[in-house]
């Protein structure tokens, strides 16, 4: 016991036991899972950020982001294998650490999810505003209609993205009453989404526009951009990692694959390969064609990516001109800049229908880490109360709308993916170290998955957050602390007393938890 009461872990795997799955997966089968799990969101939205953070070194951010997810997926890996139940990061903390570290997790994954979900509102809404509205219908939204506020960074002369308020709102909705995605049309936006980007690097790397001489200088702002800048190439690592996450879904089939010990790390590390060289590839292709140097402060240092002074100096080109860093739809707009509008608006339509479905994931994945912790007594039942015609947890949903929605109306896609991340390292990060204590504490549990050198990799994984993570702005950074201390006052004064374990009873109550609302589709960001 580190802080006092911990879960009991036999408890916990009783309930695994239950539901012991069949082994069918192989290596490849999980490798098209991973693949599929982690190309998403990040790709499409935060590829101006992270130019403007390392102009041509965002392709080096990207590898080292890479890195940083294939060691702490091997760790997620044998944890979810060992314990396959619902929670996540939160329960494996509780079960291992105590009840006060478990609710610090929890606590992190209830902003990593909301925020991150914020983060894809706001993506979505700039596919929606550039691709249907200019493109399409040729309706142009007001500046102050469709851009975080100028103060919070965003548009010249934003006030409110309501696109994004509007999109977060609708999936609120329909998780309440009761609608989710089926495993087979997140399978056809999947598809849509690698097809579109294969398509994107098929049209940029091969074309006349690209050249060599639009990397040069190759690190503008150099590897290291200083602590609580997040500039460099480190600090769009930090900010990029967004575009990874993803992969815990595939550390979760552990239980499901053939021969683990073999395919479950060939899976995890083959599909994060894979994805960070598409990335790698999807960078080049942007910059090689329209180039993708920083624009600078004068004093010879990018403006912080989403900032009042990015904004002013964007809003001084022609639509026709404009760069890399300063695009909503950095993609579709490379595309329509090199003579291909058509496929272009093709890729900005592909953002616009599979985004929402990210947004929908996230969002429901934040309502099962808060059922398991109010079902554990950490927060009020009356939370996790499920609706007597929808048979949804309406009112956790709502609550949870409704920050992603303010979120997504005023701060813009880097910083929520920066704040997002903060979140996930913390998460991350204590999943290593849950690792590295069973290995102590449970050595004789069976495990159908052991991470290889865990001596190695463990301490490497906690390193590798603690660098993304201060790496990250310094407003990103100071989110996760104020966000901890918050929840340590609603800890001590109202979980402590109210908590399942604390009043002795240890009833598990995983199983209700996934079983009394529709099963998670896994998907990506």
């Given at each position: 016991?580190?802080?006092?009461?911990?879960?009991?872990?036999?408890?916990?795997?009783?309930t695994?036991?239950?539901?012991?799955?069949?082994?069918?997966?192989?290596?490849?089968?999980?490798?098209?899972?991973?693949?599929g799990?982690?190309?998403?969101?990040g790709?499409?939205?935060?590829?101006?950020?992270?130019?403007?953070?390392?102009?041509?070194?965002?392709?080096?951010?990207?590898?080292?982001?890479?890195?940083?997810?294939?060691?702490?997926?091997l760790c997620?890996?044998?944890?979810?294998?060992?314990?396959?139940?619902?929670?996540?990061?939160?329960?494996?903390?509780y079960?291992?650490?105590?009840?006060?570290?478990?609710?610090?997790?929890?606590?992190?994954?209830?902003?990593?999810y909301?925020?991150?979900?914020s983060?894809?509102?706001?993506?979505?809404?700039?596919?929606?505003?550039?691709?249907?509205?200019?493109?399409?219908?040729?309706?142009?939204?007001?500046?102050?209609?469709?851009?975080?506020?100028?103060a919070?960074?965003?548009?010249?002369?934003?006030?409110?993205?309501f696109?994004?308020?509007?999109?977060?709102?609708?999936?609120?909705?329909?998780?309440?009453?009761?609608?989710?995605?089926?495993?087979?049309?997140?399978?056809?936006?999947?598809a849509i989404?690698?097809?579109?980007?294969?398509?994107?690097?098929?049209?940029?790397?091969?074309?006349?526009?690209?050249?060599?001489?639009?990397?040069n200088p190759?690190?503008?702002?150099?590897?290291?951009?200083?602590?609580?800048?997040?500039?460099?190439?480190?600090?769009?690592?930090?900010?990029?990692?967004?575009?990874?996450v993803?992969?815990?879904?595939?550390?979760?089939?552990?239980?499901?694959t053939?021969?683990?010990?073999?395919n479950?790390?060939?899976?995890?590390?083959?599909?994060?390969?894979?994805?960070?060289?598409?990335?790698?590839?999807?960078?080049?292709?942007?910059?090689?064609?329209?180039?993708?140097?920083p624009?600078?402060?004068?004093?010879?240092?990018?403006?912080?990516?989403?900032?009042?002074?990015?904004?002013?100096?964007?809003?001084?080109y022609?639509?026709?001109?404009?760069?890399?860093?300063?695009?909503?739809?950095?993609?579709?707009?490379?595309?329509?800049?090199?003579?291909?509008?058509?496929?272009?608006?093709?890729?900005?339509?592909?953002?616009?229908?599979?985004?929402?479905s990210?947004?929908?994931?996230?969002?429901?994945?934040?309502?099962?880490?808060?059922?398991?912790?109010?079902r554990?007594?950490?927060?009020?039942?009356?939370?996790?109360?499920?609706?007597?015609?929808?048979?949804?947890?309406?009112?956790?949903t709502?609550?949870?709308g409704?920050?992603?929605?303010?979120?997504?109306?005023f701060?813009?896609?880097?910083k929520?993916?920066d704040?997002?991340?903060?979140?996930?390292?913390?998460?991350?990060?204590?999943?290593?170290?849950?690792?590295?204590?069973?290995?102590?504490?449970?050595?004789?549990?069976?495990?159908?998955?052991?991470?290889?050198?865990?001596?190695?990799?463990?301490p490497l994984?906690?390193?590798?957050?603690?660098?993304?993570?201060?790496?990250?702005?310094?407003d990103?950074?100071?989110?996760?602390?104020i966000?901890?201390?918050?929840?340590?006052?609603?800890?001590?004064?109202?979980?402590?007393?109210?908590?399942?374990?604390?009043?002795?009873?240890?009833?598990?109550?995983?199983?209700?938890?996934?079983?009394?609302?529709?099963?998670?589709?896994?998907?990506?960001?």
């Open positions: 016991m580190i802080f006092g009461r911990v879960k009991p872990l036999d408890a916990i795997l009783a695994a036991e239950k539901k012991s799955l069949h082994r069918t997966l192989g290596w490849f089968q999980l490798t098209l899972f991973g693949i799990c982690v190309i998403g969101t790709i499409f939205v935060l590829t101006s950020a992270g130019a403007q953070k390392a102009g041509p070194g965002l392709m080096l951010a990207f590898a080292i982001a890479g890195a940083v997810c294939v060691i702490a997926a997620y890996a044998e944890i979810a294998a060992m314990i396959p139940v619902a929670g996540s990061a939160y329960t494996y903390s079960a291992t650490m105590g009840e006060l570290v478990g609710w610090t997790v929890g606590w992190a994954l209830i902003l990593e909301a925020v991150a979900a983060a894809v509102s706001v993506g979505w809404s700039g596919y929606f505003t550039g691709t249907i509205l200019n493109e399409f219908l040729g309706i142009h939204l007001p500046a102050w209609l469709s851009g975080a506020p100028l919070l960074g965003g548009v010249e002369g934003g006030f409110i993205n696109p994004a308020v509007v999109i977060a709102l609708l999936i609120t909705w329909l998780l309440m009453i009761g609608t989710t995605e089926s495993a087979r049309v997140n399978a056809v936006l999947v989404k690698v097809t579109a980007l294969t398509a994107f690097v098929a049209l940029t790397i091969p074309s006349d526009a690209f050249s060599t001489d639009r990397f190759f690190l503008p702002a150099g590897v290291f951009g200083g602590f609580g800048t997040g500039l460099g190439a480190v600090g769009a690592a930090a900010t990029i990692f967004f575009a990874y993803g992969f815990d879904a595939v550390s979760t089939a552990a239980e499901e053939k021969d683990p010990q073999r479950v790390p060939i899976g995890l590390v083959g599909s994060l390969l894979f994805c960070t060289v598409f990335y790698i590839l999807v960078a080049a292709g942007a910059i090689g064609t329209i180039g993708g140097q624009i600078m402060g004068p004093n010879g240092v990018p403006f912080p990516a989403g900032s009042e002074e990015l904004a002013r100096q964007c809003a001084t022609a639509a026709d001109q404009l760069p890399l860093v300063c695009s909503d739809e950095a993609l579709a707009h490379v595309l329509r800049q090199i003579g291909w509008s058509g496929v272009g608006n093709a890729l900005g339509v592909a953002a616009f229908l599979a985004l929402p990210v947004i929908l994931i996230l969002m429901f994945g934040q309502t099962r880490i808060f059922f398991v912790m109010s554990d007594g950490l927060l009020p039942e009356r939370l996790s109360a499920v609706h007597p015609k929808w048979k949804t947890p309406y009112i956790v709502a609550i949870t409704i920050a992603v929605a303010f979120a997504a109306a701060l813009p896609v880097g929520l993916a704040i997002a991340n903060a979140g996930t390292l913390y998460a991350f990060m204590m999943v290593a170290i849950a690792v590295m204590i069973l290995r102590r504490t449970e050595a004789n549990r069976p495990r159908s998955f052991r991470t290889p050198a865990l001596s190695i990799i463990g994984t906690i390193a590798g957050c603690i660098f993304l993570f201060f790496n990250l702005p310094i990103a950074m100071l989110v996760l602390p966000w901890g201390a918050i929840g340590l006052v609603i800890y001590y004064g109202y979980s402590y007393r109210a908590s399942h374990l604390g009043r002795g009873l240890v009833e598990v109550h995983e199983d209700e938890a996934v079983n009394a609302i529709e099963p998670e589709v896994p998907g990506t960001r």
